[in-house]
């Protein structure tokens, strides 16, 4: 009999299978539900279904009457080996076998009526192109990324998706330009740790029912136009000269203040000013110069001035 879900009596009646009287008492949102938790669960067949039919098991009889036929060259193509990091997905009669996926080590499948797919497990690593982003302070910058990713589920990987490897990396291109395009520029550039752990869980998520897990995502670079690099350096050189000229002024200030209060003191004792005249002479004559300004005090010539007139 073959594998429908009604079969035909003589008097022309359809009635349900026995294995179908559960289906179609649940209704269409059970039926939904029951299909949903099967693409989840593709660790073995499916449960609610009668078998591969009398075929299925014909084509299985003559395959074993193939490979005893055929022994012991037969062991040569039956008997496969994966490596202590891969995993085989094995389909018969394209069904998924019960018991999900075979491996580490050797395994039996049947010629003819099997095929199987490895899925490697390592870790894999692959960069993101430069994405031309929007920023949301309309800033266009270029900005690439490294994603390291594994295969959690190696059944999931392959009945769920055509190209578990290739969609992650179109998906983790797209994630990118709409993660960044919520972002301001200075937020891209000091808050790289918070957009790479965001756009991980991002990418996890979508890809947990393709049976990949996201491990690291990290921003490799931030790409800015040459006019707006010109014009972020303006603005710094600018920034810079202004806090050296506050600096400057500050130095100025203090420097007044203690000259005055250098005055004041050097007021209170006049031989403290002569002392200081004789430090600064002695400071010019043990640096060698050949000219030495020798200035007289206003009082002295005064003196002279007042001899003169008498």
Request: proline share 4%; with cysteine.
């Amino acid at each position: 009999m073959s594998q429908t879900d009604v079969k035909s009596t003589g008097s022309g009646d359809q009635t349900l299978l026995p294995g179908m009287v559960r289906q179609a008492t649940m209704g269409p949102m059970g039926a939904a539900a029951r299909d949903h938790h099967n693409t989840i669960n593709l660790e073995g067949a499916d449960e609610n279904d009668s078998g591969i039919g009398v075929c299925g098991w014909i084509l299985t009889g003559l395959s074993w009457v193939l490979v005893l036929a055929t022994m012991p060259f037969s062991f040569f193509v039956c008997f496969k080996v994966v490596q202590e990091y891969e995993r085989a997905v094995i389909f018969r009669l394209g069904r998924l076998l019960q018991g999900g996926s075979r491996g580490p080590g050797i395994f039996f499948i049947l010629p003819c009526i099997e095929s199987y797919s490895k899925v490697d497990l390592r870790t894999s690593v692959f960069d993101v192109p430069p994405q031309e982003v929007l920023t949301k302070d309309s800033v266009t910058v270029s900005v690439d990324a490294v994603v390291y990713y594994r295969v959690s589920n190696a059944t999931v990987s392959v009945a769920n998706v055509e190209n578990a490897h290739h969609s992650t990396r179109l998906l983790a291109q797209t994630t990118l330009r709409n993660m960044l395009g919520t972002k301001n520029l200075h937020e891209i550039l000091g808050d790289r740790e918070s957009i790479s752990s965001d756009m991980q869980n991002a990418l996890d998520d979508a890809t947990d029912n393709w049976g990949i897990k996201v491990e690291r995502v990290e921003i490799k670079d931030v790409r800015l136009p040459v006019q707006l690099q010109r014009a972020m350096a303006a603005e710094a050189e600018a920034a810079r000269e202004a806090r050296a000229k506050v600096i400057a002024a500050e130095g100025e200030q203090k420097s007044s203040r203690a000259l005055k209060e250098a005055a004041e003191v050097l007021s209170l004792a006049p031989a403290a000013l002569q002392l200081r005249y004789l430090q600064t002479l002695n400071t010019i004559s043990a640096e060698k110069n050949s000219t030495i300004i020798f200035p007289l005090p206003i009082d002295f010539l005064q003196h002279f001035m007042g001899n003169n007139r008498e």
